[in-house]
């Protein structure tokens, strides 16, 4: 990432001179592609905002222009770092929540995925078969195009969600029930791109869900719910099929007009993305997601090794970017690779991404189209989790025993997570337990008190870069 400010690859934004199409994708990821344990990580006690190093970054979103925004980063094994800042609806002036939904966009292409593969190595598809197998007649020259092909965006046919027909009918009625058939009508109108090529178009997975219905004999909500949202537990994602969102949620605001003033765009119909972006979530639940994706923990090796292996999409999605099967993948961000998606439909933008090298999970979601805006946040995010943070802080010796009178000098060593290691002694905190009995200057010199009583004790605390150790001191 040359200059992560600018070029950040993971939202994009395909607009039309009234509408901001509900598309798109960004790698993966999974920008913040962060651990999670479960979607209960993230509770009412986790969101300690005041204490986030992160809030500046996100307090700056909302104060450039989103009404609210949230992020969650967590290291596995860790809880997770919640921050929050804003509005969650302008009108009430409700603040923004952390267990609250949003739509997410093209992340729901990261469940498709996942299902087409579940069922391939289930034995009930292969993803090298035609579309026209499964589906005759949808598409011209069906035959020559694979569901492979409809996965990674080199089926070269064109995206429906660019069409200026199909923009023009969504910008008169953005609660139009569209028929999944009608979408991939639009992307027909036109001669197909050249196969084999990058090209990212919401149509490849208009039809995989069709295909997902058709292979798996039931809708395609219920089985994005029953091999992915039950097996883990995630409480606040659904597949939308109704305009109104259930639940606690932030509303999305967009200004569709162009002019400066932004709107409440929350109710619209998710049947205008469907199977390419209509899901709802939150961040306990996408952290949760982000960590199963990036680990491939649904599906068996050879479908994970199917899933993980690349296109180049450098040509649409920014220099270092690749794309697998409904995953992007940057290799060099300031915290290493990351894989993942980015989410973007009116009123909504949502990143997800998980770091391999760091098992850390990230997702950041703004409650409004400003691409510019979540660019920044990411770029800011990233370049600060690359400082190295403190792991582990030790001293030696772990324990003293000195006569009255007698001094010590500490050593203090502060393991960093870039796998260095740094002398922390001279910069660290102390604190005794018993200063009438041990006391310790700002360089680690124990002293102990001349008319200090043989068998007395104290403990010395020390802190460094937020971590602490503890050692013990005796009179002899």
């Not at 499964?134 to 020559?144: K, M, S, T």
């Not at 097996?231 to 932030?250: C, I, S, V, W």
Request: hydrophobic share 40%; charged share 20%.
């Amino acid at each position: 990432m040359e200059d992560i400010l600018k070029e950040a690859p993971f939202t994009r934004l395909v607009r039309s001179k009234i509408f901001v199409i509900p598309v798109i994708l960004s790698v993966a990821t999974s920008i913040f592609p962060i651990q999670f344990a479960t979607a209960a990580s993230v509770s009412a006690q986790t969101q300690v905002v005041q204490s986030s190093p992160y809030q500046q970054i996100l307090d700056d979103v909302v104060t450039k222009g989103s009404p609210g925004a949230m992020m969650l980063v967590q290291k596995h094994g860790e809880k997770p770092v919640v921050t929050v800042s804003g509005l969650a609806d302008t009108s009430s002036n409700d603040s923004m929540d952390a267990m609250m939904q949003f739509r997410v966009g093209s992340v729901t292409k990261t469940f498709v995925a996942t299902t087409v593969l579940q069922l391939e190595q289930e034995g009930k598809l292969n993803i090298e078969d035609s579309v026209e197998k499964y589906l005759p007649g949808l598409i011209p020259d069906g035959q020559n195009v694979t569901l492979h092909q409809l996965l990674n965006h080199t089926s070269g046919l064109n995206d429906y969600a660019t069409d200026p027909q199909f923009l023009g009918m969504l910008a008169l009625d953005m609660k139009r029930d569209w028929k999944p058939q009608e979408l991939v009508a639009f992307a027909t109108q036109k001669t197909s791109l050249p196969k084999g090529q990058f090209y990212y178009s919401n149509t490849n997975y208009i039809i995989l869900g069709l295909i997902v219905e058709k292979v798996d004999g039931m809708p395609l909500d219920t089985s994005i719910k029953n091999r992915i949202i039950k097996p883990l537990k995630l409480k606040k994602t659904y597949l939308a099929t109704e305009e109104n969102l259930e639940g606690t949620y932030a509303h999305g605001y967009m200004d569709i007009n162009m002019d400066g003033q932004v709107e409440d765009i929350t109710s619209i119909s998710p049947s205008s993305a469907w199977a390419a972006g209509a899901l709802v979530s939150n961040m306990g639940d996408l952290a949760t997601w982000a960590k199963a994706l990036g680990t491939g923990k649904l599906l068996n090796d050879i479908e994970r090794k199917k899933m993980m292996t690349y296109v180049d999409a450098s040509s649409i999605l920014g220099t270092g970017v690749q794309y697998g099967l409904g995953i992007g993948c940057y290799k060099s961000t300031p915290i290493g690779k990351l894989l993942g998606h980015s989410g973007n439909v009116p009123g909504y933008l949502t990143e997800i991404a998980y770091s391999p090298d760091k098992d850390l999970s990230i997702v950041l979601m703004i409650n409004t189209n400003r691409n510019d805006l979540i660019k920044e946040a990411e770029g800011k995010l990233l370049a600060q989790l690359a400082i190295p943070t403190v792991e582990e802080l030790k001293a030696k010796p772990t324990s003293i025993s000195l006569s009255a009178g007698a001094t010590k000098k500490l050593k203090v060593t502060a393991k960093l997570s870039n796998h260095s290691s740094s002398d922390v002694t001279s910069t660290s905190t102390y604190v005794s337990s018993d200063p009438e009995v041990v006391t310790v200057d700002q360089n680690g010199l124990i002293t102990v008190s001349s008319d200090a009583k043989r068998g007395k004790t104290a403990k010395i605390t020390i802190t460094y870069g937020g971590r602490t150790c503890k050692i013990g001191v005796r009179v002899k």
